[in-house]
T-cell receptor, first 115, second 118 residues
Framework: DTEVTQTPKHLVMGMTNKKSLKCEQH?????MYWYKQKAKKPPELMFV???????INESVPSRFSPECPNSSLLNLHLHALQPEDSALYLC??????????????FGPGTRLTVT | AQSVTQLGSHVSVSEGALVLLRCNYS??????LFWYVQYPNQGLQLLLK??????LVKGINGFEAEFKKSETSFHLTKPSAHMRDAAEYFC????????????????FGQGTILTVHP
């Protein structure tokens, strides 16, 4: 099973709402990632978790708060977002982070619209 | 720092024609290179990867890519395009730190949208 699942598929939220995005993988991977992808652009890395610990935060605003409850789950908590945060949010996983040859497996994404 | 450049933001071919999507990389250390495909409103799917085992890499869906160090290129090809190949394609390189570790950073090119005409 090489699947990464993400819920919800679509999310519309107001600027004062609090919501969460969820990601799950059952491949035994020890690294998980959040990316943000704007229309007609490549994905941009936001966070990397390695062995359930945050290892990379790409200077993401604090209104985005990641959480890795266990090795299979990754959440992204959203609070007080801005309209410019509307994008496709992609989760990915890989066997680890210490080898450059590790490929990342991506989920289908959550399409977020902030109104 | 590693980077990739994809030449041509849009490529259009006829069904049955050769597909050639260009990617050049910049890296001060041996790179690990990847091609991903993204269909509309979906996530990214790995097509193939180069990790120095062989310069000609075969991937899924009939795609292959050849690593050419002298040209710093990793172009993606497919002998005969199908309508279902219409998608956006991303070349990516692992951000390799000193000592050969990655810490999970992938750097993507800007993407090439492939259109296939009947």
């Amino acid at each position: 099973d090489t699947e990464v699942t993400q819920t919800p598929k679509h999310l519309v939220m107001g600027m004062t709402n609090k919501k969460s995005l969820k990601c799950e993988q059952h491949m035994g991977h020890r690294a998980m990632y959040w990316y943000k992808q704007k229309a007609k652009k490549p994905p941009e890395l936001m966070f990397v978790y390695s062995y359930e610990k945050l290892s990379i935060n790409e200077s993401v605003p604090s209104r985005f708060s990641p959480e890795c409850p266990n090795s299979s789950l990754l959440n992204l908590h959203l609070h007080a977002l801005q309209p410019e945060d509307s994008a496709l949010y992609l989760c990915a996983s890989s066997p680890g982070v210490t080898l450059s040859s590790y490929e990342q497996y991506f989920g289908p994404g959550t399409r977020l619209t902030v109104t | 720092a590693q980077s990739v450049t994809q030449l041509g933001s849009h490529v259009s071919v006829s069904e049955g024609a050769l597909v050639l999507l260009r990617c050049n990389y910049s890296s001060s250390v041996p790179p690990y290179l990847f091609w991903y495909v993204q269909y509309p409103n979906q996530g990214l799917q790995l097509l193939l990867k180069y990790t120095s085992a062989a310069t000609l890499v075969k991937g899924i869906n009939g795609f292959e890519a050849e690593f050419k160090k002298s040209e710093t290129s990793f172009h993606l090809t497919k002998p005969s395009a199908h309508m279902r190949d219409a998608a956006e394609y991303f070349c990516a390189v692992t951000h390799t730190l000193a000592g050969g570790t990655s810490y999970g950073k992938l750097t993507f090119g800007q993407g090439t949208i492939l259109t296939v005409h009947p």
